[in-house]
């Protein structure tokens, strides 16, 4: 049976769904909120160390004023009414990407990851304006910088996720087979699970499902 300490998810469809039941996109993104809480909750069931989301990423300030506004909204009273409970829950939030949000996001975020610092049953890296090239373009520039060695060990330590292991498995729902940009360098050996549903859809079963199917998986990272 494999070890599973690090899930990593691209949460996709939430649009396709509010559209086709709702009429409306945005709540497709609320909808994809309740998925999150179903998935954090089956995730610290399972003893699962850490649950990285991808919920924003560089390429999706594309997208109309609208719908970025209201999904920062969301993320805003999100954190404004559940931080206090994952802190009791002893979960510890992190911000994968760059904080360049309005100046309250900015605070509430920073004030989030400082409160929870401490915890550590699950962490919980939430990808927010986040992509994975210019995460390793900026670690690149920081080893010229310092004038280190370009090897494994110092992408790894200049990369954002410097301290948590690679993602053991991956899951993209929305049914597009696709990386978007995420997690490029850390996903190099990582079980990947494309799944058909759309995220709202997306359930505790599902979850369950995939997680049985990974631990049986001859995990071979190039031997044989
Ligand atoms: C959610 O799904 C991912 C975010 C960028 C918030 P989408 O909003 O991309 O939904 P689809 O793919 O358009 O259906
Ligand atoms: C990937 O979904 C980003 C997030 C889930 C946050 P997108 O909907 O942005 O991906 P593409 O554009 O279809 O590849
Ligand atoms: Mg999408």
Known sequence: MNPLKHVAIIMDGNGRWGLKYKN???????????TVETVIKETIKNK????????????????PKKEINYLFNLLENFLINRI?????????????????FS???????NY??????????????LALNYGSKLELINAFKKIFSSNKKINE??????????????????IRTGNTK???????WQLAYTEIFFEKKLWPAFTK?????????????????GKI
Do not use: C, M, V
Not at 103 to 109: C, D, R
Not at 112 to 125: A, V
Not at 178 to 184: E, I, K, Y
């Open 112 to 125: 989030s990851e400082k409160k929870t610092s401490k915890n550590n049953k699950l962490q919980i890296n």
């Open 48 to 63: 699962i160390n850490f649950l990285t989301l991808f919920a924003f990423s560089t390429e999706n300030w594309k997208r």
């Open 84 to 100: 206090e409970e994952l802190h009791k829950n002893n979960i510890k939030l992190k911000i994968l990407g760059s904080k360049k």
């Open 153 to 170: 060990k110092n992408i790894e330590k200049y990369l954002q996720t410097k301290d948590i292991p690679d993602p053991d498995i991956l």
């Open 178 to 184: 696709r990386l978007s940009n995420f997690l490029l």
């Open 103 to 109: 100046p309250k996001l900015n605070k509430l975020l």
């Open 24 to 34: 409306s996109r945005n709540a497709g993104h609320k909808a994809g909120l309740e």
């Open 205 to 221: 079963k599902d979850f369950k499902r995939i997680i049985k199917e990974y631990k049986d998986i001859k995990r071979n990272f």
